[in-house]
């Protein structure tokens, strides 16, 4: 994820505070400065690479230069919540000229019509090649702590 949100520049990734403790609601913000299709990854200290978005409650993925937008979005009846296990995650954000649904293409169960079950899937192996072989026109990442509720934070 940290080579693909390298290829660019352009889309400011931001969460409230730097660190949360565990049950803690997140949000993360994210601006592009340029138009396409957005794309939102994240992958904690268990190595599990995610995609937050397009996701099975919030599919749009088109945004305008300038556009600023919230995840989780008002579409999602779903929350981010700060969890175990505790460290670091990666969020990057990419946008790409043309779409691709990273989401349709996650790993795990997906019903008749190919949509996958979960609402946020693991980025699969298709899904890389697909987003690498995309053209990011501007990427961004940042790290968010997950930290126990009492006690250090490493």
């Known amino acids: 994820l940290q080579q693909l949100a390298a290829r660019g520049g352009g889309v400011r990734v931001a969460f409230g505070k ?53 995840l989780p979005t008002p579409a999602m009846s779903i929350g981010f919540s700060a969890g175990r296990p505790f460290g670091a995650t990666l969020v990057a954000a990419i946008v790409t000229r043309e779409p691709v649904d990273l989401h349709a ?14 609402v946020v899937g693991r980025l699969s192996q298709a899904g890389v090649l697909k987003l690498r072989a995309a053209a990011a026109q501007a990427a961004g990442s940042a790290v968010v702590r997950v930290c126990p509720p009492a006690g250090a934070c490493r």
């Not at 293409?105 to 979960?118: K, T, V």
């Open 105 to 118: 293409l996650a790993d795990g169960e997906h019903d008749d019509e190919g949509r996958l079950r979960d």
């Open 18 to 70: 730097p660190r949360y403790a565990e049950g803690d609601a997140m949000t993360v913000e994210l601006r592009s400065a340029a138009a396409g299709y957005l794309h939102v990854l994240s992958v904690g200290p268990d190595g599990v690479p995610l995609v937050l978005l397009p996701n099975g409650q919030h599919r749009a993925q088109r945004v305008a230069a300038g556009a600023a937008l919230t």
